[in-house]
């Protein structure tokens, strides 16, 4: 499967984006989905993660409350729609597809992850 990850761009701190990452060779549903974020000289962390089946999220303390993963199997297409930005939200935005069970909790670590898409960079100013 490929990834490709849009939506990113340039932010005030407090406002709000909507990522998404399409998926292509291979349906979304056959996967529990992931967004990793990269901010400058840190590592790759966790952000959210959501089933297969969209029944199951997971999120990051650090963003709960304020971002929201959603899956459409439809439209071969996951979502994070983020709000509340704050400038320590700035990083690249990653998504990541994981071979799951169907209704399997989403999982939080990377190396969990089979396959990513490339980055779209997120900048929330102060």
């Known amino acids: 499967v490929q990834l490709q990850a849009s939506g990113g761009g340039l932010q005030q701190a407090g406002g709000s984006l909507r990522f998404s990452c399409a998926a292509s060779?291979?349906?979304?549903?056959?996967?529990?989905m992931g967004w990793f974020r990269q901010a400058p000289g840190k590592e790759r962390e966790f952000v959210a993660a959501?089933?297969?089946?969209?029944?199951?999220?997971n999120y990051a303390d650090s963003v709960r409350g304020r971002f929201t993963i959603s899956r459409d199997n439809a439209k071969n297409t996951v979502y994070l729609r983020t709000s509340s930005l704050r400038p320590e939200d700035t990083a690249d935005y990653y998504c990541?597809?994981?071979?799951?069970?169907?209704?399997?909790?989403?999982?939080?670590?990377?190396?969990?992850?089979?396959?990513w898409g490339q980055g779209t960079l997120v900048t929330v100013s102060s």
């Open positions: 959501v089933s297969r089946n969209g029944g199951s999220t």
């Open positions: 990541a597809a994981a071979l799951t069970g169907w209704g399997q909790a989403p999982s939080i670590k990377t190396f969990e992850y089979n396959y």
């Open positions: 060779g291979r349906a979304v549903s056959n996967y529990g």
